[in-house]
């Protein structure tokens, strides 16, 4: 998927893919007012703070990698991965 926003997602992922990215990008700015949404679409807390962890994990994953210049797969693997994921879903 090339954005999430406008791509035939459930409604419970679209707004947890909106909350992490914020949370990515603008963790500082985070609080508990940015989980109103996800609640408003049906999320658990259970699922909300599964999907905290997830994030946090990708987020260092990501920042080893960079550091630590880890092989990554290229665009059709991780093109691959996602057909995957869109297969399989995610659970919330």
């Not at 508990?32 to 658990?44: E, H, Q």
């Not at 880890?70 to 693997?77: E, Q, R, S, T, Y």
Request: charged share 25%; net charge negative.
């Amino acid at each position: 998927m090339r954005d999430w926003r406008s791509a035939p997602l459930d409604p419970k992922l679209r707004a947890t893919l909106g909350f992490l990215e914020k949370l990515t990008l603008a963790p500082t700015d985070v609080g508990p007012a940015d989980v109103k949404p996800l609640r408003a679409a049906g999320v658990s807390d259970e699922a909300v703070e599964d999907a905290i962890q997830v994030c946090v994990l990708f987020n260092i994953y990501d920042r080893l990698a960079d550091s630590l210049s880890f092989h990554l797969p290229g665009p059709d693997g991780y093109a691959a991965s996602g057909r995957n994921l869109m297969k399989r879903g995610y659970l919330l």
